[in-house]
């Protein structure tokens, strides 16, 4: 691909009519060629697209948590490895309420889990 401009019809400091001027010399299959070549790569992102996870969201409630957790970090984009957890957390809390039974309020509740929930 080779160009030959006597002279590039640059304005101020205006290049791209310059690289206009360059492109229309080029030959068309070149042109296409280089557009191809200029337009940015797909990214392929570290986990399943999320029809894809969910899928796999369904198979992961058999299997054990050790073996459970390394494929759900490895798989499932972090939004939905987020929700899953807190998911996990809020049946938890609903299940310890009836357990918490002489606090009235949801926060009262909330308090008596957090002073008896050891810290990680």
Do not use: C
Request: proline content about 9%; aromatic content about 4%.
């Amino acid at each position: 691909m080779r160009v030959r401009l006597t002279a590039l019809p640059i304005e101020g400091n205006d290049k791209s009519g310059a690289i206009k001027a360059v492109f229309a010399t080029i030959p068309r299959e070149d042109q296409l060629e280089l557009i191809a070549m200029l337009q940015p790569k797909a990214v392929r992102l570290p986990w399943l697209e999320p029809s894809d996870a969910a899928k796999v969201v369904g198979i992961l409630d058999d299997l054990d948590p050790a073996a459970r957790d390394p494929v759900e970090n490895r798989l499932l984009p972090p939004w939905m490895h987020r929700t899953r957890r807190q998911t996990e957390r809020d049946d938890a809390i609903r299940a310890a309420a009836p357990l918490y039974a002489e606090h009235r309020t949801g926060r009262a509740i909330a308090q008596a889990i957090a002073t008896e929930r050891p810290r990680r």
